[in-house]
């Protein structure tokens, strides 16, 4: 424990993400590892918060983006935003591709696997100069928002170390609003440390807590007797033999 309770206020299935993108990017591969995780707006005042925060961290494991050794294994990036006015988690989960910037859109296709088609022009610099043929997809605003120098090579061409490349996410779902009900203590059985719609006062909180005291003071003295009364039965066992 604890345990957490959510209310799913608003969900939407891998398949719904995917159906309403114009490209998206899933593979198997992306699978392979898990995904980076990035929490927002967790840092106000609150247990429940904390809990919250600390919850979710341990749902994946930890990644040090400092310090991971091989950058290809980061491929999803997962997202939690809590909005301090409706208190409600926005779930997202992203896709991550990186590309290298700093060069037109002619020459970012000619590094690509599938080569364009190029049977209208007269001469390759009209694919390099003017980028022509080229779908509206590629044509994706890059800024400093998304753009990183990269401590080491990473999967796509043109990917190299310490060169610009930006970091484009895809979203693939699912996507879901979770708002905190309330956390109990323990796994399910014990007090509720918290609840979103219901609020005691010290006087009650210490009230609850008197009464789980003396449930758990009965419930060792019976124990306590029931141990007495096994090795009573078992001593007369013991002289009868």
Same mark, same amino acid.
């Given at each position: 424990?604890?345990?957490?309770?959510?209310?799913?206020?608003?969900?939407?299935?891998?398949?719904?993400?995917?159906?309403?993108?114009?490209?998206?990017?899933?593979?198997?591969?992306?699978?392979?590892?898990?995904?980076? /995780?990035?929490?927002?707006?967790? &840092?106000?005042?609150?247990?429940?918060? @904390? =809990? +919250?925060?600390?919850? #979710?961290? !341990? $749902?994946?494991?930890?990644?040090?983006?400092?310090?991971?050794?091989?950058?290809?294994?980061?491929?999803?990036?997962?997202?939690?935003?809590?909005?301090?006015?409706?208190?409600?988690?926005?779930?997202?989960?992203?896709? /991550?591709?990186?590309?290298?910037? &700093?060069?037109?859109?002619?020459?970012? @296709? =000619? +590094?690509?696997?599938? #080569?364009? !088609? $190029?049977?209208?022009?007269?001469?390759?610099?009209?694919?390099?100069?003017?980028?022509?043929?080229?779908?509206?997809?590629?044509?994706?605003?890059?800024?400093?928002?998304?753009?990183?120098?990269?401590?080491?090579?990473?999967?796509?061409?043109?990917?190299?170390?310490?060169?610009?490349?930006?970091?484009? =996410?895809?979203?693939?779902?699912?996507?879901?609003?979770?708002?905190?009900?309330?956390?109990?203590?323990?796994?399910?059985?014990?007090?509720?440390?918290?609840?979103?719609?219901?609020?005691?006062?010290?006087?009650?909180?210490?009230?609850?807590?008197?009464?789980?005291?003396?449930?758990?003071?009965?419930?060792?003295?019976?124990?306590?007797?029931?141990?007495?009364?096994?090795?009573?039965?078992?001593?007369?066992?013991?002289?009868?033999?």
């Amino acid at each position: 424990g604890p345990t957490l309770y959510f209310h799913v206020a608003k969900y939407a299935l891998i398949k719904d993400v995917i159906s309403s993108l114009k490209r998206h990017r899933m593979h198997e591969q992306q699978f392979s590892h898990h995904p980076l /995780l990035v929490l927002n707006n967790f &840092g106000t005042e609150g247990m429940h918060i @904390k =809990l +919250m925060a600390t919850m #979710f961290q !341990n $749902m994946f494991p930890s990644i040090n983006v400092h310090k991971v050794l091989n950058l290809n294994s980061i491929k999803r990036c997962v997202l939690l935003n809590y909005d301090p006015v409706s208190q409600e988690v926005e779930f997202r989960h992203y896709s /991550l591709k990186v590309v290298p910037v &700093g060069m037109s859109r002619g020459v970012k @296709k =000619l +590094m690509q696997e599938k #080569f364009p !088609n $190029m049977s209208k022009l007269e001469d390759i610099s009209e694919l390099l100069m003017k980028g022509v043929n080229l779908s509206e997809s590629e044509a994706e605003q890059d800024g400093d928002h998304n753009i990183t120098e990269l401590p080491q090579v990473y999967s796509g061409r043109g990917n190299m170390a310490s060169q610009q490349s930006a970091v484009r =996410l895809t979203e693939i779902g699912p996507r879901m609003t979770l708002q905190l009900v309330k956390i109990v203590e323990g796994m399910g059985e014990g007090k509720v440390l918290y609840h979103s719609f219901v609020s005691k006062t010290e006087e009650e909180l210490q009230e609850i807590l008197k009464r789980k005291e003396a449930r758990l003071k009965e419930k060792e003295e019976r124990k306590r007797k029931q141990e007495q009364n096994i090795a009573l039965k078992k001593e007369k066992r013991d002289q009868n033999k």
